[in-house]
């Protein structure tokens, strides 16, 4: 039936959580506005779209691309990208000859002023031993083999430093406008776990 969508029941976490928000904001711990207001943030002014207008700008400006490449905090702050968690960062380019891939082993550090916040995979404790141990092996399970010639280098995110990946841009998008070309780019390509895919 049209609409039942909206009116299905919600899960038991959904309902957790609107609970905990209830209670919170009755007892006064938390601000309904500043509530709405982490929301947005989190859903509109950080995230992989972010990181994906910096990529197709990467893509489409090499003067750009060299500062990025040079120093990649000073860059992200010519588009208004900063923040606590992105304050150093360092982008690595994907080449014909490397592939790079991002991992935090100590805990969970993402760069989140351009990509958001990060997927549990990221989190988790089999994908950061893994991607140290046998990166090679972590990126098959992700869908991804590369030729035993291209060097995998695996970069350790911490507090102090934050990694993005410059993916590799595909053949065929020469003439495509950065809007269009942030369409294709994915979260797992400027993490490392993925390639940037496109088909004319």
Same mark, same amino acid.
């Given at each position: ?77 010519? #588009? ?25 082993? #100590? ?9 958001? #916040? ?76 993925? #390639? ?5």
């Amino acid at each position: 039936m049209a609409g039942s969508a909206h009116r299905a029941p919600l899960s038991d976490v959904q309902l957790r959580v609107r609970a905990l928000e209830s209670l919170l904001i009755e007892k006064g711990a938390v601000n309904r506005d500043a509530l709405d207001a982490i929301i947005d943030h989190y859903e509109n002014k950080v995230g992989p779209h972010i990181g994906a207008r910096v990529v197709a700008k990467a893509w489409a400006d090499p003067d750009f691309k060299a500062r990025l490449l040079q120093d990649a905090s000073g860059a992200l702050a010519e #588009l208004g990208f900063t923040g606590i968690e992105g304050s150093h960062m360092v982008v690595v380019e994907n080449t014909d000859k490397i592939h790079n891939l991002v991992v935090c082993t #100590l805990c969970s550090c993402y760069p989140w002023p351009v990509l958001g #916040l990060p997927p549990n995979w990221y989190k988790s404790t089999p994908y950061r031993a893994k991607a140290v141990r046998d990166p090679r092996g972590l990126l098959k399970e992700f869908g991804l083999e590369l030729a035993e010639e291209t060097e995998v280098r695996v970069w350790d995110s911490n507090a102090e430093i934050r990694y993005l990946v410059l993916p590799k841009r595909p053949d065929g998008t020469e003439n495509m406008s950065e809007e269009e070309l942030q369409e294709i780019i994915t979260r797992d390509s400027m993490v490392g776990t993925g #390639l940037v895919a496109f088909q004319q």
